[in-house]
């Protein structure tokens, strides 16, 4: 059985404007000890998707579907039980680690607080436990680095320290969002090889959440390529990084800048901006920007499958594949 | 071979700042830029390329005159900037300019995009009629890919890539000749950096500007840069044109960038990581190391090199590099073709 | 003009996918004070307090034109009467025989005016102020936060009852002594906002466009300051009023036969046990203008956090 089990997963928010469809029904499993990335632009709802089942979700926003960890329904939990979760079987990273770490306590109290809170340590015993987290993210002198405050860690290392609360109760899950985004080019090198490591190291399952395609070429097994709200293809790193079905896909890989290729022409840049959710295109809603649109794109595009895990939303479809299933017919706006 | 345009000579910034209590205060002393120089000509885009605390956007804040050099000179067109007062130096803002790197940050929220765009305009050019200034604006709007009837909303509005053309329509309406990008892409999704990058490019071309193109990521400038200067702590490690340096970087550290670039390739990512060697993270910079600044990560560092400041010297080809190995260190970079 | 660049601007990007659209019409953008004041509407508290000061600004404006009689009309027939619809004194009247919400209401065009003419005073002093210390910083910024240091340090009273001494009761000179003290609160704020609004980075971006300083206080740091400001000059309103009042209340306010709700209220307390309503209805319509505005602040507040702001 899969770790965690998402099903028809929908977020919708409440503006002032109208109502914004940020999820839009995402099916999708975590097995155990898998690295799953979640790839799209800002706005994509990948952040989202994952706050959503967190109990994360802004006030106005809305849930509807079901998230299964080891059976049990995220979504159904009161605040209380969602807590026992939280931070001991699924760890969530955020972003900018400056701005997550309280620029007012040591590392040592942050790190402690969460270990007291979980795992019912005594002081001793959860500064050690807190102390051996640092060293495994290869801080050096931990018992030493452990006493000082944010402000005295640089930004790799802090987000080190973010990795680390997050691996302090050995969650079952990992979620990662935008880890690297802020980091330098080196640091993020580092980082994922901390992470491929710590995998290795442990059987956690890590969810990593990002814009940046080649960010996780590297530690990712499966991918979900995600766009306005909808996974438009998924499948393995293999599959997705060579041999891309989706239009968008393609052109998130071509639009990367790289050192293997020998160009001076130009980028093969995605023209377009990502899009205003609350006024999608007619039909599928990368049509506007795709270079390979027909007349058939007014409508919207069948899920296709090839083998499990393997789909892509788009007529185009998947060499021996099979549509699994039809649009909804559900006209959005 | 025309006369470069933009001339900077050992230019430093120092910052100072005082640390200790009422008995104790000493002052210490955080050489962001330590000793830049460069030439640049018209037409021509050099990329400089750093992390964070290179000190990158500090130079280039130093060049334009938007922090105060310690020491070192600018020369603009044979003029040195450093020699004019506040005024004359404002005065020369029309012809020197930047991008900045937070795309909406640096636009006010309570201005329009139209007047935003404007208002070097109307600093510049008082007198100019209301519908003459509208109408440039609109065409600015154009040049960099904005539908011009979004004349009247508010940076908000926007999203990032978008509030980024407005940034460059800003820099660009006075038809500067020097323009900087201060990493114009890094906050920016993957996806709209290409599109920008492209942009800024094409820009270039058309309006024959020098442009300066700052990124922590070498495999960003690659597009758009002639030359490429690499800059760590302060101080520039190499200088050497594109395609050299790509495919035989001069510096350890220039080396150790390109290893860390991701690219989308699972093989060629795995292939890189096994190859990458540079770990820990940049010292202090109230704890610069002696004589070469990079010698404590650098695998090929000898006696020499813990001592001995190395300058940055001119090789054969015409590419620069400050370090005591260049000769007989081979750092090319053997890329396998990609699946 | 450049006319090169002229010829340049006319030609499109290549990845520009509405190249062939060109929309005419413009469209209207939102700006961030029209979102505040949709949240503004929202907040209940707030809407009720704004609509009930407005009815009340109607009342305290139109309602003694519409009324039979004057603020200094006696009449004897009716001395200190309990409010009754059969005498037409609805609010009752005093000992003198004055109508009780004539006065009211007229007091409240005086306690009202006070509170938004020495409000405006501070805010137009206050403000300049404040935000040429914050923006030259340095030796400036030092020597015009310690005169603000000094003058805070004078006895309010003293220098009110000095002025008063000095220059008799005139109703502009409560105006002055109000708005002279007021404003320094307000440059102190505004010059913390100016010194967190000048290290912005389109603030950094004007200079790099080399709009000179004025411009920059004028169309950078002031708008976004006003946000601040405002809240600040709804707390100010009724904190001025009720120094007014206050003042009326020691006798060193407005001058008879001119009233305010202090004034009122100074009245009213003397002749609490026999004619209770002298004191009710004007505290009671001081209590609630400052209820009301301090809502609105509250609101004000709330609806231009940018924390809220997507």
Known sequence: ?333 | MSKPVLRVQDLAVTFTSFTGGWLQRHERQLRAVDGISFELHAGETLGIVGESGSGKSTLARGILGLIKPGRGRVMWNGEELNCLNEEELRQKRKELQIVFQDPVASLNPRMTAGDIISEPLWTFYPNMERLQVEERTRGMMKVVGLLPNQINRYPHEFSGGQCQRIGIARSLVLNPKLLICDEPVSALDVSIQAQIINLLKDLQKKLGLALIFIAHDLSVVRHISDRVMVMYMGQAMEVSNKTNLYRRPLHPYTNALMKSVAVPDPKLAAAMRKESWLTGDMPSPYQRPKGCIFHDRCPFKVKRCEADVPALRRMEDGDWVACHRAEELDLSIEVPASG | MNSEAETKTNELPIDDPFAELLIEKDVRGRSLWVDAWQRLLKNKAALVSIVIMLVMLLLIVFGPMLLPWEGDFTDWDNTSSPPSLKTGHWFGTDPVGRDILVRTLEGGRISLLVGLVATLVSLLIGVSYGAVAGYYGGMTDRVMMRVVDIIYALPFMFFVILLMVVFGRHIVLIFVAIGAVNWLDMARIVRGQTLSLKNTEFVEAARACGVDHHAIIRRHIIPNLLGVVMVYVTLTIPQVILVESFLSFLGLGVQEPMSSWGALVNDGAQDMESAPWTLVFPAAFLTVTLYCFNYIGDGMRDALDPKDHL
């Not at chain 1, 320290?161 to 880890?179: F, K, N, W």
Request: contains cysteine; proline residues 5%; glycine residues 8%.
């Open chain 1, 1 to 333: 059985m899969a770790l965690l089990s998402v099903s028809n997963l929908e977020v919708e928010f409440k503006t002032a404007e109208g109502v914004v469809k940020a999820v839009n029904g995402m099916t999708f499993d975590v097995h155990e000890g898998e690295t799953l990335a979640i790839v799209g632009e800002s706005g994509a709802g990948k952040s989202q998707l994952v706050l959503s089942f967190m109990g994360l979700l802004a006030e106005n926003g809305r849930v509807a579907g079901t998230a299964l960890f080891h059976g049990n329904d995220l979504l159904q939990m009161k605040p209380k039980e969602l807590n026992k979760i939280r931070g001991r079987h699924i760890a969530m990273i955020f972003q900018d680690p400056m701005t997550s770490l309280n620029p007012f306590l040591t590392i040592e109290k942050q790190m402690m607080e969460v270990v007291m809170h979980h795992q019912g340590l005594s002081r001793d015993e959860a500064r050690s436990h807190a102390v051996e987290m640092l060293r495994a993210v290869r801080i050096p002198d931990p018992e030493e680095r452990i006493k000082q405050y944010p402000h005295e860690y640089s930004g790799g290392m802090r987000q080190r320290v973010m990795i680390a609360i997050g691996l302090l109760c050995e969650p079952e899950l990992l979620i990662a969002d935008e880890p690297s985004t802020a980091l330098d080019v080196t640091i993020q090198a580092q980082i994922s090889e901390l992470v491929s490591e710590l995998r290795k190291e442990t059987k956690m399952s890590l969810v990593l959440i990002t814009h940046d395609l080649s960010a996780v070429a590297e530690i990712a097994d499966r991918i979900i390529v995600m766009y306005a709200g909808e996974a438009i293809e998924t499948g393995t790193v293999d599959e997705i990084f060579y041999s891309p079905q989706h239009p968008y896909t393609r052109g998130l890989i071509a639009s990367v800048p790289r050192l293997d290729r020998v160009s001076d022409d130009e980028l093969q840049a995605i023209p377009g901006n990502p899009p205003n959710l609350l006024a999608l295109p007619e039909g599928c809603s990368f049509r506007d920007r795709c270079s390979e649109a027909t007349e058939q794109c007014y409508q919207r595009p069948p899920l296709w499958r090839a083998g499990s895990g393997r789909t892509s939303r788009c007529f185009q479809g998947i060499e021996g594949g099979e549509i699994v299933a039809e649009p909804t017919g559900e006209g959005e706006e």
